[in-house]
Every structure is written in C-alpha cells, then in structure tokens.
C-alpha cells in the first residue's frame, strides 16, 4: 500500500466506535484553529475481531455493531477510490452523526449500515448515493484490512480506535487519545498541545484507566452537556455482570 505523507495527522477511523468519534470532533476543532491537514483513513473492528468469538469476548449487538462498520467503510472506500480522499471528512461527518446523534429509543441499532442508511448519510455528504451499492461489495476488504494492519504497524497490536499518526508516515503513532466529551475550542487546543507533547517522548508508551464517562452522545443516552455515568470498560466494549 503507497504511503500519503503530505498531511499532517492521519486519522484511522470505524464509523461505529464512539471512541473514535468523539475524537474526530476533538480534532475537527484543532483542525480549524491550527490549519492542519487530515487524511481520515480506515480501520475495521470487524477485521480487527474477525477471528473472535464474540458471544463469548463482547455483549450482545457488538458482531452486528462491527459489520455495520465494514459495510460503512466499503462504501467510504469506493468514495475514496472514485471522488478522492477529501470526501472523507464529510462522509465521516454523516455516518457519525448518523450513528451517534439520535435518540436511542428511535432509531434502531439495527438500521445502521443498511444499504437504506447509508443512501442517506451519502446525501448528507453530497455525495452519489449509487455509492451505497459498495457495501455489499468484499472487494473493498483487502485494501480495508492493509489500511488497519499499516496502522498496527505503526502502533503494534494491542490497542484500539482511534489510531493516530502525527506527520506521518514517521512521526509518531498512538492508540487514543480516548475521550468521553468534546472538549471546547480552547480546551481542545490545549488537549491537543499535551497529547503531541507526550507523543513525542520515544520512550512515552501508555497511560490509561478503564472507568469512564459514558460518551456523551445521545445514542448512549447522554445529551450534551450532561454527565455520564462512570462506567468500567473493557477491551472498547463496557464491561456486563
């Protein structure tokens, strides 16, 4: 796979992780006070977790969850491929508002990465809605699955999503940062000034904790502004009794 070095961040992102969701809007703002250039790229959960039993290692929904993703970023793929990679942004904009900004009690789970779903977040974007026909299409996995391995590569393993790449493709490569809120402008650039100040220590490797806020998304039930209940999480998914 040809690296793309002339950004200043790349972004590997699943459309469905909260995570990961929660800091692209985190970037989104530094992005507009600190003129930096982004390329959003792809990482699957799906892939990531295709060799595990997910009865046994996620709660129920999570396979659904994760293949909803996939099918998401087969279209985001063939977008890529067929208009260019400064669609990204706006298509990560409309499936993430799609997943993560609705009353849970309304739109089922179930509806996410339907070919129904998908047309929509599509016209969202302003974008060909003939694009919704890739989901279908496990000719995109390959360059999908390289994607997430070239972020691994550039991590290791054992992390999550998002996956960060500062000046790529050899500065340096961190898992997070993993965040409940969106921060404010202000905040957002001082969050952004500590996390690349400890990223850029070689030997800095991790600081983490598993109790957190859940995301303040209205899917998680969770308005802006509100606390989340702390919870404790395991693996990305919240731990169950």
């Not at 990531?48 to 129920?60: E, G, L, R, S, T």
């Not at 706006?90 to 779903?117: C, K, M, N």
């Not at 999503?161 to 000046?167: E, G, Q, V, W």
């Not at 800095?204 to 998680?220: D, I, V």
Request: glycine share 6%; charged share 25%.
């Amino acid at each position: 796979m040809a690296e793309h070095s002339d950004y200043d961040l790349d972004f590997f992102w699943d459309p469905v992780c909260p995570f990961a969701w929660i800091t692209s809007r985190w970037v989104t703002k530094v992005v507009e006070q600190r003129e930096l250039s982004v390329d959003w790229r792809f990482i699957s959960l799906r892939i990531i977790n295709k060799d595990v039993d997910y009865d046994a290692h996620f709660p129920a929904g999570y396979e659904a969850g994760h293949t909803a993703g996939l099918r998401m970023l087969r279209v985001a793929a063939a977008v890529r491929a067929n208009v260019g990679r400064q669609a990204m942004a706006s298509l990560y904009t409309a499936f993430g508002s799609q997943v993560f900004d609705h009353d849970p009690a309304v739109v089922r789970d179930t509806e996410i990465g339907t070919v129904a779903s998908i047309t929509d977040a599509l016209g969202t974007a302003s974008l060909d809605t003939s694009f919704a026909e890739a989901a279908d299409n496990l000719g995109w996995d390959d360059e999908i699955e390289a994607e997430t391995n070239l972020a691994f590569e550039r991590t290791g393993r054992d992390v999550g999503t998002p996956i960060l790449s500062l000046n790529p493709p050899d500065g340096p490569s961190f898992f997070g940062p993993v965040i409940s809120r969106v921060p404010t402008d202000d905040d957002a650039v001082r969050l952004w000034d500590a996390v690349t100040t400890l990223a850029s220590f070689p030997s800095f490797a991790e600081m983490k904790r598993s109790l957190r806020e859940r995301p303040q998304l209205r899917t998680f039930g969770v308005e802006p502004g509100e606390q989340g209940i702390v919870e404790d999480w395991k693996s990305g998914s919240r731990r169950w009794n």
